[in-house]
């Protein structure tokens, strides 16, 4: 479970010796519940990918705080086996030198050395994300975005995380493509008996996806709301950019 408590992060805004700094969230609070989909919207700028990073622990907060299960995500041991992450560009996410069998090697490696395993396991996780077994031996260049998501996808949940986080991970696939990622990140969050936190700004594929959506505007939490309500939500700012959205 995740705990994140009254965070702010701000950025130095002009060059390295600039004392003004750019304010980019400021007094996030909300939790988050293992096995919950929870999305993320907002406007392009209003922090999203800021918060992503801080939730897994890539950066750290100016102030407040970021738990899991009441231990800082900030420790490398706290997030390990519990939060891994899927991003939007799937090709500079996998080394163009490795192979499939390579890429998805790397994570196991640090769980165990057992090579058999190793083998068996690459081979179910390839087709439990529905690609061929003969495609470990295939390098980046020669996948599609969508099979590339795929590879990324198996990678992120080797390790057999409690919770996935996806920043805009289906936003550079094509329409038909990113329904059948949506259809397979329903399936694995069965099959690992995980959460997502979905980073979006499509409301469509979060409400597709997700049981709570969190809307942002400008680094601030505007409000929580249930899916089934998204229709419902009260501040006129969500109102407006659910509006906006769908229209
Ligand atoms: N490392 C950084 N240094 C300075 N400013 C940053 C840094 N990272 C983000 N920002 C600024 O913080 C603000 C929020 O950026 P962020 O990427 O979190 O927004 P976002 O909601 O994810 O946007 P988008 O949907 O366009 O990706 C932006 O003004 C951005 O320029």
């Known amino acids: 479970m995740f705990t994140i408590d009254r965070v702010e992060k701000s950025y130095r805004k002009g060059g390295l ?17 293992p096995g919950e989909c929870l999305g993320i919207i907002g406007e392009s700028g209003c922090g999203k990918s800021t918060l992503g990073r801080l939730l897994l622990g890539i950066e750290k907060p100016d102030a407040g705080s970021i738990l899991w299960e009441g ?30 069998e390579q890429a998805l090697l790397e994570p196991l490696k640090l769980q165990s050395r057992n090579r058999r395993e190793h083998h068996d396991k690459i081979g179910r996780l390839l087709v439990q994300v529905g690609l061929d077994p003969s495609f470990r031996e295939k390098f980046p260049h020669e996948l599609s975005g969508g099979e590339a998501q795929r590879v990324c996808i198996a990678r992120a949940v080797s390790t057999e995380p409690r919770c996935l986080l996806l920043d805009e991970a289906i936003s550079s696939l094509d329409g038909s493509v990113q ?42 939490i505007e409000e929580i709301v249930r899916t089934e309500h998204l229709k419902e939500v009260q501040s006129p700012y969500a109102r407006k950019l659910l509006q906006m959205i769908i229209a």
């Not at 099959?191 to 980073?199: A, D, K, Q, S, T």
């Not at 469509?204 to 969190?214: E, F, H, I, S, W």
């Open 179 to 220: 329904i059948q990622i949506l259809d397979l990140l329903k399936e694995l969050k069965t099959m690992y008996n995980m959460g997502y936190i979905f980073i979006t700004h499509d409301i469509q594929a979060a409400a597709y996806l997700c049981d709570r959506v969190l809307i942002m505007r400008s680094g601030q």
């Open 71 to 100: 231990k800082r995500i900030a420790d490398r041991r706290t997030r390990l086996g519990n939060i891994s992450a899927v991003f939007q560009d799937y090709t500079s996410s996998i080394n163009p030198f490795y192979t499939v």
């Open 17 to 33: 010796f600039s004392k003004d700094r750019l304010q980019v969230l400021s007094d996030i609070s909300f939790d988050w519940k």
